[in-house]
Structures are given as C-alpha cells and as structure tokens.
C-alpha cells in the first residue's frame, strides 16, 4: 500500500498571501488529521475530517481551514499568511476516528512564508 | 488538557541503551505512543501502550509506564546510529483520538 502523500513538499510564500496544502491518505482510510510543527511550538493539531466532515479542531485562528473530499483527499488552507505560519505541515491518516486507530503521517510539507 | 512533557537531548554511544523519558499532566489518557522522526520525514510510530498495562517490549524496544507518577519512558537496547532521531511521546486528548506531543527528544548516537 501507497503511504501517505503530501504535495507540495516545499512551499515559499509572502506575507498577506494564501495557500492550499493537499494530502492524500492511505487507500481505505478515511480519516485524515492535519498537525502544525515549529521549532517553538512543537507539534500542534490543526484538525481532523472523517466522510467530509470536521470532527475535531485544535486551537488555531479562522484563517486555518480544511476541508475532504468524497476520495478522502484532504486539504488545508492558510489564508492572509503571517510570518509565524513557516512550519512543517504534517498530515495523518487513520482507517477510523477516535480512539485506537493508529495515524500514519506523510512527510509533510514545509512552508516557509517571506 | 493533556500536556506533554519531554527532555530535549539525549546522547549515547553506539552498543549502549538509551532511555528516553515523558511525563504527562492527563490520567484518563488512554493510549501513549512514541513516534520517531527523522530529518526531513514525517513521524513514524514505533509503539503504543495502553494505559491499564505497565510494559510493553517489542524488539530491541521496552515500553515502561508508572501510572501513578505519570511517567513513561523507552528504552532502546543496542543503539544503533541509525536510531539518531527526534523522539516525540505523545497521549490522546478525550475520547477523540487527536495526538498531544511532547516538544520531541534528539537522541544523537556517537560511533
């Protein structure tokens, strides 16, 4: 089975600008949950979708939104960028939700905003 | 809330265990993993324990948890200096599986 795929890995962006960030679990799992990683904060959940839907959110402003489609591909939007959104963008999928389903993450892909 | 809590360096020489330690705030959590990342990749999971067990040993790793004081630890036998990575422990948040990681420990494995 194919891992979990993340494009772009590298991202360069400016300030004030958006960006879509694409993640593509593993065939059969269908729920994908997306982590922020920075030297400062360390690993931080974003949120999680299963079947389309949010089920989970973490503590991050509005500008951070997501979405799944019917394939389970996920994306995650980052609008009116700010210097402190460079980081490493991890994306996980799970064949379930909630407890005990085990997250496989995919690479990541890193951002880095001028 | 969950909180993770985790040493940041760690450095061992190769033949040698290492032990890498966590403590976290949250005693309803019910599973805690570690997952290892190396440069440039995403994490991978190397093992989970459930929380009504006190260890769990897969291979060359041992998985100790004192549920009173909240502590876990791995400990990797025969360290390998392929085993140089960023270790994260990490406990579930409530009943709805999202991960709370500790900041990660560098072990570095010197020849």
């Known amino acids: 089975k194919a891992g979990v795929t993340q494009t772009p890995r590298y991202l360069i962006k400016t300030r004030g600008q958006q960006v879509t960030l694409s993640c593509s679990p593993i065939s059969g799992h269908r729920s994908v949950s997306w982590y922020q990683q920075t030297p400062g904060q360390g690993l931080q959940f974003l949120f999680e979708y299963f079947s389309e839907t949010q089920r989970n959110k973490g503590n991050f402003p509005g500008r951070f939104s997501g979405r799944q489609f019917s394939n389970s591909r996920s994306e995650m939007n980052v609008s009116t960028l700010e210097l402190g959104d460079s980081a490493l963008y991890l994306c996980?999928?799970?064949?379930?939700?909630?407890?005990?389903?085990?997250?496989?993450f995919g690479p990541g892909t890193r951002l880095t905003v001028l | 809330g969950e909180d993770v809590e985790q040493s940041l360096f760690l450095s061992v020489r190769e033949g040698d265990s290492s032990v890498i330690n966590c403590t976290y705030t949250?005693?309803?959590?019910?599973?805690l993993y570690w997952y290892k990342q190396e440069p440039g990749a995403g994490l991978q999971l190397l093992t989970y324990i459930f929380s009504n067990m006190d260890m769990k040993q897969d291979q060359r790793l041992t998985v100790l948890l004192n549920k009173k004081d909240k502590h876990l630890s791995l400990r990797i036998a025969d360290t390998q200096t392929g085993d140089s990575a960023i270790y994260f422990c990490?406990?579930?948040?409530?009943?709805?599986?999202?991960?709370?990681f500790g900041k990660g420990t560098k072990l570095s494995v010197k020849p």
């Open positions: 949250d005693s309803s959590s019910t599973y």
């Open positions: 990490a406990g579930v948040r409530g009943s709805q599986g999202n991960l709370i």
């Open positions: 996980a999928s799970s064949a379930g939700t909630g407890l005990g389903n085990e997250q496989f």
